[in-house]
């Protein structure tokens, strides 16, 4: 029942679930609840009407998991990144255990020239909990890649649903209009940030503004 009700989210993001898929989605529904968020410094928060508009927040440097993508749409290209870091996480890697979830899962996106539309390159990102972050298991697909991502200064705003390319261009424009001209933040590239799994419809999502160096 619960791979026959992944099938049907995998359809709406225009995927297929291949079935060795079976393994890691019920792992990471029984590890559900515990979740290491990636840890951060809030720097600033920011009201609009008196409701929380936006926050600046820092990263700090780290190892995640990554896989790059380019698919017809967005919605395809962060599903097959996903689907390779879940088997990563449940057991294709080096020391063959389950290595924890965290949250928030990342997908750099970049804007074209005229800034209508996103590359089709998508690279997602998975934050590997503490515990493996001086000695990172070593994925057994090619496809992912340890990388050491630096420092990083964003300001975030929350928003929520589905997560389409109509909508990320939406958000990114709603956010442009609340900060006003700014030339602090990269105009080019942004990222996604994903709290909940593709299952969820109201699901929380973030997009995020990075500050230049």
Not at 35 to 51: A, F, G, N, W
Not at 105 to 126: D, F, M, P, S, W
Not at 194 to 203: D, G, K, L
Request: proline share 7%; glycine share 4%; net charge negative.
């Amino acid at each position: 029942r619960l791979f026959t009700y992944w099938e049907a989210v995998a359809s709406t993001h225009r995927v297929s679930l291949p079935p060795d898929m079976a393994g890691p989605i019920v792992q990471m529904t029984r590890h559900s609840q515990a979740r290491e968020p990636v840890p951060y410094v809030t720097l600033s928060q920011h009201e609009k009407c008196e409701e929380a508009a936006y926050e600046e927040r820092r990263y700090p440097a780290g190892k995640w998991a990554c896989v790059t993508k380019g698919e017809p749409m967005y919605e395809q290209s962060i599903s097959m990144s996903f689907m390779k870091l879940m088997r990563y996480i449940c057991k294709e890697n080096s020391v063959g255990c389950y290595l924890g979830m965290t949250v928030p899962v990342l997908n750099e996106i970049h804007l074209t020239k005229e800034g209508t539309k996103l590359e089709r390159e998508v690279v997602t990102a998975y934050y590997l909990p503490g515990e493996f972050q001086q000695n990172p298991p070593v994925p057994t697909d090619p496809e992912i890649h340890i990388s050491e991502r630096a420092s990083l200064r964003v300001i975030t705003r929350v928003f929520y649903g589905m997560t389409t390319e109509e909508t990320i261009l939406r958000e990114i424009s709603l956010f442009w209009e609340l900060l006003g001209s700014t030339d602090t933040v990269l105009r080019e590239t942004y990222i996604v940030a994903a709290y909940e799994n593709p299952s969820i419809p109201q699901r929380r999502n973030e997009i995020w503004f990075i500050c230049r160096a």
